[in-house]
């Protein structure tokens, strides 16, 4: 049983971290992007070799562009937010100089981002409630299995939507077929009548 819970507990934990290093040549713009849920706590931290002559500006936006962290000439530090939304988040590094390119070397960054339960400070929780290990680590627990529910109720909301989705559109197209033997039944039914027309006027028959 233990090792089911920790087959079904790895999953989330790979996903709640977020870690990447790579190159920014100057005068470009890199972005990375990633779903997260609702009221959820995204916490990260990155650091950019400095070049001469080159400044890199870091933002962070939702789908909707709105601004939720903003660092001109940033070189290393942190951020922290609280999702409002199930949404796309955006991170990007700009990175501009008047050299140009070609002339200065890439600039390496590293990021490290977090959310939900990884992003959480269970020390500082421990220091201002006052907590005993046991109990930091059992509410560390209380916040993975509440976490894991909400994957769940979200899948399952997800699943339903795609039913009701995919019911509709069964029903669409049963409407259409219907609609589509009508105009073809219709449309021979005024073929026969039309021939029939035709030949008696040619008198071919009687």
Not at 180 to 186: A, D, E, F, R, T
Request: aromatic share 10%.
């Amino acid at each position: 049983m233990a090792r089911l819970a920790t087959i079904l507990l790895l999953p989330v934990l790979i996903e709640s971290v977020f870690s990447i290093s790579f190159f920014l040549p100057v005068n470009s713009r890199k972005c990375l992007r990633e779903e997260i849920h609702k009221d959820v706590l995204v916490t990260g931290e990155y650091e950019i070799s400095e070049q001469a002559n080159t400044k890199t500006n870091l933002k962070i936006t939702d789908s909707s562009s709105h601004t939720l962290y903003s660092k001109e000439d940033a070189t290393k530090g942190k951020f922290a937010f609280t999702t409002e939304d199930y949404d796309m988040f955006e991170v990007c590094f700009e990175s501009k100089s008047p050299m140009g390119s070609g002339r200065v070397p890439d600039q390496l960054v590293n990021l490290d981002m977090k959310h939900g339960v990884e992003a959480k400070n269970y020390e500082e929780i421990a220091k201002v409630e006052k907590l005993k290990p046991l109990e930091v680590e059992l509410r560390r627990l209380e916040d993975l299995s509440e976490s894991i529910v909400n994957d769940f109720a979200y899948m399952k909301k997800r699943e339903e939507e795609m039913r009701d989705t995919n019911e509709s559109t069964n029903t669409r197209v049963l409407y259409f077929s219907i609609f589509s033997m009508c105009c073809l039944i219709g449309l021979a039914t005024w073929q026969v009548f039309y021939l029939r027309r035709f030949f008696k006027a040619k008198k071919l028959i009687e």
